[in-house]
């Protein structure tokens, strides 16, 4: 697993159950050689080193099951990190997923009966390899097989806006190579129906798929709500893919029929926000964790236009405050359109600027759609995605869904 996605929530449940072998990553932020960086004055620390620094192993997974490649990884990404306001390009990335897949072959993935790997594509080598040594293999796909080409068709609408950075026969070649790794794949595992869908739309055989849709730690059904009225927020990288300029378009649409709001947005930008496609929001670019819990606390309702997404993490912290949510079917699936908020179409800024106006002027049905969505994000904690995870692996019988 490249990163710390989901705060390592796989190999620690794995871990919690005595069946993990080994886990095979590039680098956390307790490893030795961080923490020289690290020693460098959080006020000169670069925000790119921040995060990786944040990267912390859960308490219950072993250090001697973490297999990383930390060398190979500041190797690529120091330069990049060093530099204030860069980001590492996917050409490092690459390198680095390919010394995490080279190492674990060179083990022989320490000795383990099954691989659980998180790569997009990067993996084959690892997957082909592992079925030669009569290994059970389980892909998660994290996000919808389709978006190579929703974000290729939204550049062309946009043209400038991002590097158009694949051609049509790129993606092309892309959706073969997941076509054939998923049919040496014995399990494919998704966490919402939109990548369901779109993965069945691709080839996959559906008896391999399976839907385990995440969770969100506890303490956030703990945080107490206090809405400002009329206060949007929009939480997650800011570019195209997220449909950040149909959320402008919504805002203008908002003032013109002179509806008092806020929009807040905050997130990495990968897009220059001064363009007027994005013009409107509060753009806060990318802020601490403590701050983001404040953020949901005073939302009034959360908004999330999505192009091509898999599960809305972000969704479920601010259902857990009690703010409904608004989005769309490629990303809302735990979202029941009228009841924990509205689910609009892609590419509509004038539906979601009329389901905002809604929420916005009716202050009963935005309580009810709180009380509605604080009560459905409590069934999707990481107990429960444990539960969830356990019984598409066989191990235990998943938790109902509310």
């Not at 993990?20 to 961080?34: C, K, P, V, W």
């Not at 390899?129 to 550049?155: C, N, W």
């Not at 009329?230 to 195209?240: A, F, K, N, S």
């Not at 802020?287 to 309702?301: G, M, T, V, W």
Request: proline residues 6%; glycine residues 6%; neutral net charge.
């Amino acid at each position: 697993m490249p990163g710390a996605r989901l705060h390592y929530a796989v190999p620690a449940l794995l871990a919690a159950q005595d069946a993990l072998a080994a886990f095979y990553t590039d680098i956390h932020g307790e490893h030795r050689l961080l923490q020289l960086l690290a020693k460098l004055p959080a006020v000169r620390r670069p925000a790119a080193l921040s995060r990786l620094l944040a990267r912390r192993l859960p308490p219950g997974l072993d250090r001697q099951l973490v297999r990383e490649v930390a060398i190979a990884t500041l190797a690529a990404h120091l330069p990049p990190l060093m530099r204030r306001g860069s980001t590492s390009n996917a050409g490092a990335v690459e390198l680095v997923d390919r010394a995490v897949i080279k190492r674990a072959i060179a083990d022989e993935f320490g000795g383990a009966s099954a691989l659980y790997s998180c790569f997009i594509n990067n993996d084959r080598e690892a997957v082909r390899t592992a079925k030669s040594l009569g290994m059970h293999v389980v892909h998660e796909l994290f996000i919808g097989a389709d978006y190579p080409q929703v974000l290729y068709e939204e550049r062309a609408l946009f043209p400038g806006i991002e590097e158009q950075e694949h051609s049509p026969a790129d993606i092309e070649a892309h959706q073969e190579r997941t076509r054939q790794k998923w049919q040496l794949c014995d399990q494919v595992l998704v966490p919402s129906q939109h990548v369901y869908d779109s993965s069945l739309q691709l080839g996959c055989d559906p008896a391999k798929l399976a839907i385990v849709p995440y969770g969100l730690d506890a303490h956030w059904l703990a945080l107490e709500a206090d809405p400002q009225p009329g206060r949007i927020l929009c939480v997650g990288h800011v570019g195209l893919r997220k449909g950040n300029h149909y959320l402008a378009q919504a805002c203008s649409l908002l003032r013109q029929r002179h509806v008092r709001f806020e929009c807040r947005v905050a997130g990495p930008l990968q897009v220059d926000v001064s363009d007027q496609l994005f013009a409107g929001p509060t753009y806060l670019g990318t802020i601490p964790r403590s701050r983001i819990q404040e953020e949901f606390r005073k939302a009034d309702l959360f908004v999330l236009p999505t192009l091509a997404d898999s599960f809305g993490l972000v969704h479920l912290e601010a259902m857990a405050c009690g703010v409904p949510v608004i989005t769309t079917p490629n990303c809302g699936s735990i979202i029941r359109d009228g009841i924990e908020g509205f689910v609009v179409p892609i590419r509509d800024a004038a539906a979601l600027a009329d389901r905002m106006e809604q929420l916005l002027g009716d202050p009963a049905l935005r309580r009810q759609m709180g009380q509605a969505a604080r009560h459905r994000a409590a069934a999707y904690t990481w107990e429960h995605y444990g539960r969830r995870l356990q019984a598409a692996l066989g191990i235990e019988k998943p938790a109902p869904v509310q």
